[in-house]
Antibody, heavy 121, light 107 residues
């Protein structure tokens, strides 16, 4: 059974940093691309970033480019999102998702339950 | 970036009725790389359809996807009470892999 467990969310001041983690199990982690998607309170889904199975290819939404960094540790079956220079508009539930193939151009097959990030002073 | 526009914003129907949801792209979605997701309150989204028309594992056959190019649809043939939720389309043919704004399906 595929399981994705996000952690690392919380309250942070504007301009601050936070690192999210997503622990994966139930599949061969390195064989699949992974992604982060966020949802602001009461709003729709926003794609944030994706990374290929080997970690060599990464993609970002314009709204986070230059501030967020996606990475993965295939030896630990863990996905990360380093978030710097946080803004109030980054407040959202952040979901980790497993794609259906190793390449990033794929559907989001499984989702975690999300972790809440609140950016406020 | 490809902008996806979903219509209608809200769809009010009754159990047993047929629902047709639309997703229109600002330019052609390559290789029909379009997916549909269902989200219920307080839950993570769930994949329903990928590749525009292929049902995901475990999805009932009352859900069907169609379309190509810039116009896509999700059809629910006979609504069950558990189908009332918010539905999102997403294109993954061109980064950034954008979502539509969602259609709320309500009783």
């Amino acid at each position: 059974e595929v399981q994705l467990l996000e952690s690392g969310g919380g309250l942070v001041q504007p301009g601050g940093s936070l690192r999210l983690s997503c622990a994966a199990s139930g599949f061969i982690f390195s064989n699949y691309a992974m992604s982060w998607v966020r949802q602001a309170p009461g709003k729709g889904l926003e794609w944030v970033s994706a990374i290929g199975g080997s970690g060599g290819s990464t993609y970002y939404a314009d709204s986070v480019k230059g501030r967020f960094t996606i990475s993965r540790d295939n030896s630990k079956n863990t996905l990360y999102l380093q978030m710097n220079s946080l803004r109030a508009e980054d407040t959202a539930v952040y979901y980790c998702a497993k794609l259906s193939v190793k390449a990033v151009a794929a559907d989001l097959e499984y989702w975690g339950q999300g972790t809440l990030v609140t950016v406020s002073s | 970036e490809i902008v996806l526009t979903q219509s209608p914003g809200t769809l009010s129907l009754s159990p047993g009725e047929r629902a047709t949801l639309s997703c229109r792209a600002s330019r052609s979605v390559s290789s029909s790389y379009l997916a549909w997701y269902q989200q219920k309150p307080g839950q993570a989204p769930r994949l329903l359809v990928f590749g525009a028309s292929s049902r995901a594992t475990g999805i009932p056959d009352r859900f069907s996807g169609g379309g190509s190019g810039t116009d896509f649809t999700l059809t629910i043939s006979r609504l069950e009470p558990e189908d009332f939720a918010v539905y999102y389309c997403q294109q993954y043919g061109s980064s950034p892999y954008t979502f539509g704004q969602g259609t709320k399906l309500e009783i």
